[in-house]
């Protein structure tokens, strides 16, 4: 199946649904979809839309999720990257930086955490975004002492 031009599908997906809706729309996919293999049932809604509006039918997810292998916060798009699974503790992390990150960097993904107890499994594949990469870095520089 050839797929359609992927700006073109953002963009219509932006149009019809505004940004808070789009950006919502592409973080859940490159974050929480992939373990399921599917859209989510309020994805899948927004979707329709943006079939009847092109004009086009896409049934398997996988063809969509690479529609918007973007991220949502810098329009730049995804690299995958195998890191090494981190086993341990971990403090939780401040409800302000959550925001900050959720905000800035989404898509860094520059560790791949575990459980605290150690499992078969020594490396997970990560999406990320360079660009968050490079603003995580950079916000890190600036918060040393």
Known sequence: ???????????????????????KFVDYINSRCDDRGRLLYWQEQLWAGVEEKLGIHIGDYRD????????????????????????????????????????????ANDEARGPDWEEAAKEREVLFCTACRQAKEEWRARRRY
């Open 64 to 107: 969509i999720a690479a529609l918007f292998r973007v991220c949502h916060v810098h329009g730049v798009e995804l690299q995958r990257e195998t890191l090494p699974i981190i086993y341990g503790y971990f403090k939780p992390l401040p409800q302000g930086y959550i925001k900050f990150e959720a905000a800035h960097f989404p898509l």
């Open 1 to 23: 199946m050839n797929l359609p031009e992927p700006n073109l599908v953002r963009e219509t997906l932006w149009s019809l649904y505004g940004e808070e809706r789009y950006c």
